[in-house]
T-cell receptor, first 112, second 114 residues
Framework: ETAVFQTPNYHVTQVGNEVSFNCKQT?????MYWYKQDSKKLLKIMFS???????VNETVPRRFSPQSSDKAHLNLRIKSVEPEDSAVYLC???????????FGPGTRLLVL | GDSVTQMQGQVTLSEDDFLFINCTYS??????LFWYVQYPGEGPQLLLK?????NKGISRGFEATYDKGTTSFHLQKASVQESDSAVYYC?????????????FGTGTTVSVSP
């Protein structure tokens, strides 16, 4: 049963443009995460957001910013995309077991 | 810092073969270890979670245990099917600046031929 929803599935853009990806979860938890999966399928945490507090991974470039309207939504905005931003961006949230995270299907970004 | 190492990048098997994937981990805390599986076009999904050393996690025919002495963590299945073809990640739960991020291994691509 899908509980983490992401849109769009796929996005193509050009260097310098701004993009925004959406994530919604119905797990009822107040923590959400964004991960980046590169072309070699390496998955790394970008940041987490809980209790209205943003916890930022210091390796994330400043052009990336999360945007939250409520605890069920955490969007990802990228100002002025770079070619190295081409990747799959995965949103996740814990369930009743706070240790276990459930992932959305991902948004694949291609920067030309 | 905490880390997980997954050395097998690719495993090629035939149906009914035995699958074994091994990882090592490093943490200063009591580990929570997971195996996630990712099918093409999908996000990773939880396969197994193990929180106690030498205890066995079992799901969908897969078994996982970890050894605190050798800081190793492995996944096995006695008889794989073509539908088990996917990328398998060993994952360490990490208390990360107040959030509990997951630290992923590099993934093992398992290909099972009929």
């Amino acid at each position: 049963e899908t509980a983490v929803f992401q849109t769009p599935n796929y996005h193509v853009t050009q260097v310098g443009n701004e993009v925004s990806f959406n994530c919604k979860q119905t797990l009822g938890h107040d923590t959400m995460y964004w991960y980046k999966q590169d072309s070699k399928k390496l998955l790394k945490i970008m940041f987490s957001y809980n209790n209205k507090q943003l916890i930022v991974n210091e390796t994330v470039p400043r052009r990336f910013s999360p945007q939250s309207s409520d605890k069920a939504h955490l969007n990802l905005r990228i100002k002025s995309v770079e070619p190295e931003d081409s990747a799959v961006y995965l949103c996740a949230s814990p369930g009743t077991d706070q240790d276990t995270q459930y992932f959305g299907p991902g948004t694949r970004l291609l920067v030309l | 810092g905490d880390s997980v190492t997954q050395m097998q990048g690719q495993v090629t098997l035939s149906e009914d073969d035995f699958l074994f994937i091994n990882c090592t981990y490093s943490t200063t805390w009591y580990p929570t270890l997971f195996w996630y599986v990712q099918y093409p076009g999908e996000g990773p999904q939880l396969l197994l979670k193990v929180t106690t050393a030498n205890n066995k996690g079992i799901s969908r025919g897969f078994e996982a245990t970890y050894d605190k002495g050798t800081t190793s963590f492995h996944l096995q299945k006695a008889s794989v099917q073509e539908s088990d073809s996917a990328v398998y990640y060993c994952v360490l739960g990490d208390s990360y600046q107040g959030g509990r991020a997951l630290i992923f291994g590099t993934g093992t691509t398992v290909s099972v031929s009929p």
